[in-house]
C-alpha cells in the first residue's frame, strides 16, 4: 500500500513531500561519498567504515552546530543553496581544529512547510560544504513542523565525526612563548554575530539590496556569502609544517576564541595593523557605532582561523596556504604572560 496520510496532511503534515525532497537530493548526496560510505539514504542510520591503517591510537573527533540567524537572510533573499555550507564549516573547521579528517556530516532541517525544492537547495549547500571539506553526506532529518515554524521558515543544524591519530592531536599544550601567530583570512562574516548585523542595518529586503562599492555588490550579497572550510589547510599545515594550536575565529571573535587554544602562561599579542580587516567589518562598525573592542569580541574581523606554529616555521606555514589557496597574514606571536589576547 502506498504511504500516504490525508488525516495527518490535514494536520499540515505532507509526508509525500518528504519522499520528494529525498528523490531531488540523492543527485547532491552521490557527489559527497568517500571511501567507507556502506549505506544510502533511506535508513535508519547511516553507516560508515573507518580506515584505520597505520593508525596506532584512533581518536574520534566530533562537532555539531547550525547557521543561526544569518538564516533570516537567505529568507528575505530566497536564496537557499549556500546556508548548507555554512552548516557544514562550522562544524568540520571546528574538528578539524583538533587535526582531524571529517569523515561523515549529517544534516537536520525543521520547517514550517516542507517545500522539495527549497529542501534540495539546502541540501545541495550541504553537499557541497562535504565535498570541500572530503568527508560524506551519510543521512539527515527533514521534520515538517506546522504551527511550530512559519511556513517560509525553517532552521539548519548539523553535526560531523572526524578521526586522528592520537599522537598527532591538536590540543595548544605544545604552544609555547616565542610562537607565530598567523592569521588565515576569512570569507566574509561566515555565521556569527548576525544578531548584531541585523539590529545595525535593521535588514529587511531594502536594505539588502542596497550596493557599497566598498563591498563591491550588495549588502545580502556579502552577508550571505558562504563560511570558508579550512579542512584541507589544516590538513596540509600539520603534514608538512606542524601546527602547536589552532583556534576557529566564530562567535565571540578574538577575545574568546584565542584564548581556547592557549596553555596557561601565555598571551596571544596581535598586532591591529596587521588584521586584514575586510570591507564588510568597518562598514559594520560605521553605521553601528560599535566600540573596537566590541567588534573584535563578536567577529573574526577578516580572519577565520589564528594557528600557532613555531616561528621558524612561520615562512614555510605561509607557503604551504598558498599553496593550498588561500591567504595567511603573520599577525603575532605568543608571549609569556596572563592566558588571553592583546591587541597592540
Known amino acids: 500500500m502506498k504511504s500516504a496520510s490525508e488525516s495527518y496532511a490535514a494536520a499540515g503534515v505532507d509526508v509525500t513531500a518528504g519522499y520528494k525532497a529525498v528523490e531531488l537530493m540523492k543527485s547532491h548526496v552521490a557527489r559527497t561519498m568517500v571511501p567507507g560510505v556502506l549505506s544510502g539514504l533511506g535508513g535508519f542510520g547511516g553507516l560508515f567504515e573507518p580506515d584505520l591503517k597505520g593508525m596506532k591510537r584512533p581518536v574520534l573527533v566530533s562537532g555539531t552546530?547550525?547557521?543561526?540567524?544569518?538564516?533570516?537572510?537567505?529568507?528575505?533573499?530566497?536564496?537557499?543553496?549556500?546556508?548548507?555550507?555554512?552548516?557544514?564549516?562550522?562544524?568540520?573547521?571546528?574538528?578539524?581544529?583538533?587535526?582531524?579528517?571529517?569523515?561523515?556530516?549529517?544534516?537536520?532541517?525543521?520547517?514550517?512547510?516542507?517545500?522539495?525544492?527549497?529542501?534540495?537547495?539546502?541540501?545541495?549547500?550541504?553537499?557541497?560544504?562535504?565535498?570541500?571539506?572530503?568527508?560524506?553526506?551519510?543521512?539527515?532529518?527533514?521534520?515538517?513542523?506546522?504551527?511550530?515554524?512559519?511556513?517560509?521558515?525553517?532552521?539548519?543544524?548539523?553535526?560531523?565525526?572526524?578521526?586522528?591519530?592520537?599522537?598527532k592531536l591538536i590540543d595548544g599544550s605544545k604552544v609555547r612563548p616565542g610562537d607565530a601567530l598567523i592569521g588565515v583570512k576569512s570569507s566574509g562574516v561566515h555565521s556569527n554575530g548576525f544578531s548584531l548585523v541585523r539590529k545595525v542595518f535593521g535588514v529587511c529586503e531594502q536594505t539588502l539590496s542596497v550596493h557599497y562599492d566598498e563591498l563591491g555588490g550588495t549588502l545580502g550579497e556579502t552577508l550571505l556569502t558562504p563560511t570558508k572550510i579550512y579542512v584541507k589547510p589544516i590538513l596540509s599545515l600539520l603534514e608538512q609544517v606542524g601546527i602547536h594550536g589552532i583556534s576557529h575565529i566564530t562567535g565571540g571573535g578574538y577575545y574568546e576564541n584565542i584564548p581556547r587554544m592557549l596553555p596557561d602562561g601565555c598571551q596571544a599579542v596581535i598586532e591591529k595593523h596587521k588584521v586584514p580587516v575586510l570591507p564588510i567589518f568597518d562598514l559594520i562598525q560605521k553605521v553601528g557605532q560599535i566600540p573596537e573592542h566590541d567588534m573584535f569580541n563578536t567577529f573574526n574581523m577578516g580572519t577565520g582561523l589564528c594557528v600557532a606554529v613555531a616561528a621558524d616555521k612561520a615562512d614555510e606555514a605561509l607557503r604551504v596556504l598558498s599553496a593550498a589557496g588561500e591567504e595567511g597574514v603573520l599577525l603575532g606571536e605568543v608571549k609569556a604572560g596572563e592566558k588571553g589576547v592583546e591587541l597592540c
Do not use: W
Open 65 to 167: 552546530d547550525g547557521v543561526g540567524t544569518k538564516l533570516k537572510i537567505a529568507f528575505l533573499l530566497d536564496k537557499h543553496d549556500t546556508v548548507g555550507i555554512d552548516c557544514v564549516a562550522m562544524c568540520v573547521n571546528d574538528v578539524a581544529c583538533s587535526g582531524a579528517q571529517p569523515l561523515f556530516f549529517l544534516d537536520y532541517i525543521a520547517c514550517g512547510k516542507n517545500l522539495p525544492e527549497r529542501v534540495e537547495a539546502i541540501v545541495a549547500g550541504v553537499a557541497e560544504g562535504c565535498v570541500q571539506s572530503g568527508c560524506a553526506l551519510i543521512g539527515g532529518e527533514t521534520a515538517e513542523m506546522p504551527g511550530f515554524y512559519p511556513e517560509d521558515e525553517y532552521d539548519l543544524a548539523g553535526f560531523s565525526v572526524g578521526m586522528a591519530d592520537y599522537d
